[in-house]
Structures are given as structure tokens and as C-alpha cells.
């Protein structure tokens, strides 16, 4: 599997171009998968459901399934935060991972920048920021920089980098 990171200040725009990128990628015929760090704490359960109930007991995992889908509930129990290699892992695979957040991991990444936020680049600290998508032209600064708007050549951007445009063309012969 492919690893591509989103990374980028707090309303830079993130999430609204990761949901953009999925149908954009998929529609090419590339499967996709995300994963998304956050600072606040996770809660897909709530008092009174089952789940929550078996969590509030103990187990370290609860596992919840449907016939559309299955949520696995990990508690770390006083255990060190997992990391991302750990929880790609346990996903199941696909051509690529979108990565929103997990900023310090040494996967390849395009910066989200908005200038009406006012904050630094993230480029400037961290040589695996590999691009750059933009609202506004950077002239001091040398990565790749596209349309923050344009999706398409992000995709194409992020299919050329991971390699994915030559092993989807070596699938199809």
C-alpha cells in the first residue's frame, strides 16, 4: 500500500480536500483508505449502548458489527498512543492511504495552505512536505504548488508521486 499525507494548520482546509480527493482518486480506479489523528478524544459509543457498557467493564477491544459495517474500539488502558504504521496495519488493503494529520511520520506529504490563516508553512520545518496546495502563489518557495481548488491535478500529483499511474498501467496489461 501507498501512504500520502494531508498535513496543515487547523482550518487550512484539510478535511474538505481530503473528501474531494476520494471520489476523485476512486473514480480512476484507485482504491482508498484513510486515516485521520486528532487531538480530542474518539468516542463512536455512548452511555447505555452495549459497546460503551463492554468498554466501561474492561476489554480492551470491542468489536460492533452490522451487515454494513464493523467499528473495532481499542483502549489504550494506560498504553503509549499507537502509532501510524501500527494502525495501517490493521486496515485492510488498497492501492492508497490518505493520511490527515500524523504530521511528524516520515510518509511523504502535501501541505494544505490557506493565507487567510495567517500561520507559518509547515514546508519551511519539515522536508517531508514533498508540495504544497495553495489559494495563493508562494514565490519563496521551491516545491511543487497547486490550485488549493484543483483536485484533479492534486490527484494526478499524488498518483505520479506514489507511483500508482505505473502500477495501475502494469495491472491493466
Sequence with gaps: MKAFGLVGWSGSGKTTLLVRLIPELIG???????????????????????????????????????????????????????DMDTLVRLMALVDLILIEGFKRNPHPKMEVYRHANGKDLWCREDPTVVAIATDVPLPDVALPQLALDDVAAIADFIIDRCGLAAERKGAAE
Design 28 to 82: 480512476r480506479g484507485i482504491s482508498v483508505s484513510t486515516v485521520k489523528h486528532t487531538h480530542h478524544s474518539v468516542e463512536v459509543d455512548r452511555p447505555g449502548k452495549d459497546s460503551y457498557r463492554h468498554r466501561e467493564a474492561g476489554a480492551t477491544e470491542v468489536l460492533v458489527a452490522s451487515s454494513s459495517r464493523y467499528t473495532l474500539i481499542h483502549e489504550y488502558r494506560g498504553e503509549p498512543e499507537a
